[in-house]
């Protein structure tokens, strides 16, 4: 799981962030590397028509961080309360569709099992509903990672697709951010780690509850990760989903605590997820004291703790205390249906 703080060529190359739109992109092994010689910002409320210096990112102060508190704090609640009545929907289509087929009459077992695509079929009907939406968030992420190597837009992915508070305290970079990846090998380690564990967390939460705590855990990365670079003056950008894989990571953790994990490159070392989750907490904690710029530690620790918090007390404080509105929500599609 690694979630990277993009290299630039230059010190230029941090000006570009604030006004992609003014970004002359250039070609380069990344998509990652954009590149702009001069540009006038129009967006800082401090200084209207100033010319911005290369190199000199402007910081927001710290006072100002009250907005992204408060956009992972609207958009956790919007996350759950999606999720509450998507269930509701969901349990409520299935009741309808077995009433209307009853009588139950055997479905037809016949299967090809010599053409790919009734191969293909066949696997994705074996998986769970959980499982098959982590096959969709992949397939965002790599969908994402394919839309950085398209020139004409890229100047949008890095407006919207990076999150870095000298871009200014915007919401959609805390959620989008957490889609982008560096490289192939960032991309593939991530969906790989998120894979092999998707089936215990939807087991834990439920394919709704563990779409709405990944998503939130992934803002609550970038809120930390926003945190801690303004207060040690890092303009570096990042990208990655490690935020909110390490959220559903650390909540299976203290879910199942003496389940067996392994690294992925060294599957010869194993341990429990306890000391899985102790290891993480450490190792981003000390990441971030010695300000390592490897990986954004920042983010890393922030969705592990969010995980943890969750499991221990958001579960009990969010979805299960969800009846209030489930009840409103039945009343009025009751009534809508009169």
């Known amino acids: 799981m690694i979630c990277l703080r993009t290299s630039w060529l230059l010190k230029h190359s941090l000006s570009s962030l604030r006004r992609p739109e003014f970004v002359e992109i250039v070609k380069s092994k990344s998509p990652f590397l954009p590149t702009r010689r001069t540009f006038r910002s129009r967006s800082n409320r401090r200084a209207e028509e100033s010319e911005v210096l290369l190199g000199e990112p402007v910081f927001p102060r710290l006072v100002e961080l009250w907005r992204p508190i408060v956009y ?7 996350a759950f309360t999606s999720a509450s009545l998507w269930q509701y929907e969901d349990v409520r289509k299935r009741m309808k569709s077995i009433k209307e087929a009853w009588p139950f009459s055997a479905p ?14 066949l696997w994705w009907n074996g998986l769970t509903d959980g499982r098959r939406l982590v096959v969709a968030l ?34 959609w970079p805390m959620l989008l951010s957490t889609f982008s990846h560096h490289n192939i090998v960032h991309l593939g380690v991530n969906m790989y780690v998120f894979w092999s564990f998707s089936g215990s ?9 563990f779409l709405a705590t990944y998503l939130t855990g992934g803002v609550v990365s970038s809120l930390f990760s926003y945190i801690f670079k303004v207060i040690v ?9 490690s935020g909110a894989i390490l959220t559903t990571l650390a909540s299976v953790c203290c879910g199942y605590p003496d389940a067996t994990l392994a690294i992925v490159f060294l599957p ?21 004291l010695l300000r390592l710029k490897v990986f954004d530690h920042a983010a890393h ?32 599609r009751q009534d809508k249906e009169k």
């Open 72 to 78: 992972t704090a609207a958009f956790g609640a919007v």
């Open 108 to 121: 037809s077992t016949t299967i090809k099992r010599g053409d790919f695509r009734d191969q293909i079929n």
């Open 233 to 241: 003056r890092s303009p570096n950008p990042t990208v990655g989903a």
């Open 268 to 288: 010869f070392l194993t341990f429990t997820a306890a000391t899985a989750l102790k290891g993480i907490l450490v190792f981003d904690t000390v990441g971030m």
């Open 301 to 332: 620790l922030g969705g592990t703790l969010f995980g943890i918090w969750y499991f221990h007390y958001g579960n009990d404080l969010v979805w299960k205390n969800r009846k209030p509105l489930i009840e409103w929500w039945h009343t009025k």
């Open 138 to 171: 992949i397939g965002i992420n790599v969908g994402v990672y394919a839309l950085w190597w398209v020139p004409a837009i890229r100047g949008f992915m890095a407006r919207y697709f990076m999150a870095t508070p000298v871009q200014g305290l915007r919401f």
């Open 201 to 209: 967390v939807d087991r834990l939460y439920g394919k709704e509850q």
